[in-house]
């Protein structure tokens, strides 16, 4: 679960509501049922009439999408693709096939391997690849879409709950007395709108593009590495492609920790050869 989300969205909520506390008002004054029913009734229906319904049942997995971290990292990946190369500079292509059972959940890299494996030609590796980040990428957005279209809707929803509201106001101009609470519990529609597009929908959905990013990153990136083995480019230039996805720091960061893992090798190495000896 991404925290910093669940945070977001309840400082956005809270500071709403307490903010008008302080000001004077009842928290009774923002609970009204009609204007809740006009407006997120009426988004939620605009929303399904504008997306077909395979699209909608994708909501629950969308939702997951835009709450939980991303599972990979960038410099978890690079350090992959770098031990990836060793072992084919070792021990050649075909030694990748045995490592494909370490990518039993990660479809693009196993994929990806096994071309290397079959021999496939570069260029259509790189088109295949790309391919499938581009339709990954459009599905996603495809789903996260419905965040955006609620956005767009809930506002114009608030609008015409106060408007329907006003009209009932308008209705009953005799009693001038209850004419002021009668306009402030119109216009609690238009709160309602336009707080849960700007609180709740559209932060969503941004969310979801960032995570998209994340993930589309990482598989530009295992495509850089994939082709990089391929062509059996030395490490040091492998590096030099792949940390360009990183910042100065996280580089330094997989740096040390390939010279961790080389210095583990070398170890073993050495108490292999004393146990030799002796």
Do not use: C, W
Not at 71 to 81: F, G, M, N, Q, Y
Not at 122 to 131: F, K, Q, T, W, Y
Not at 163 to 172: A, E, I, K, P
């Amino acid at each position: 679960m991404d925290v910093a989300t669940v945070i977001g969205l309840l400082v956005g909520l809270l500071s709403l509501v307490i903010g008008f506390l302080m000001e004077g008002g009842q928290l009774i004054a923002l609970l009204k049922i009609t204007a809740f029913l006009i407006v997120f009734g009426g988004t939620f229906g605009a929303v399904i009439v504008s997306f077909p319904g395979r699209t909608l049942a994708k909501t629950p997995f969308i939702l997951k999408y835009a709450f939980v971290k991303p599972k990979e990292r960038a410099s978890d990946t690079i350090v992959r693709l770098i031990e990836l190369a060793n072992i084919s500079r070792r021990e050649g292509l075909l030694a990748l096939e045995g490592e494909q059972r370490n990518f039993t959940n990660d479809s693009f890299m196993s994929n990806g391997i096994q071309m290397v494996v079959d021999g496939v030609d570069s260029d259509v590796i790189d088109d295949i690849l790309n391919r499938d980040i581009e339709l990954y990428e459009q599905k996603i957005l495809s789903i996260g879409r419905i965040f955006e279209s609620a956005g767009g809707y809930a506002p114009t929803m608030g609008i015409i709950g106060t408007v329907m509201g006003l009209v009932h106001v308008l209705g009953s101009l005799e009693d001038t007395a209850a004419l002021g609470p009668a306009i402030a519990v119109a216009f609690i529609a238009t709160l309602y709108g336009v707080g849960s597009a700007n609180v709740i929908y559209l932060p969503i959905y941004t969310k979801i593009k960032n995570n998209l990013a994340s993930d589309v990153m990482i598989r530009q990136l295992k495509t850089e590495g994939i082709l990089s083995i391929q062509y059996g480019e030395s490490t040091m230039i492998l590096k030099k492609k792949l940390y360009a996805f990183l910042t100065d720091e996280e580089s330094q960061k997989v740096e040390e920790r390939l010279a961790g893992h080389a210095g583990s090798g070398a170890n073993a190495g050495n108490a292999f050869q004393e146990v030799g000896q002796s």
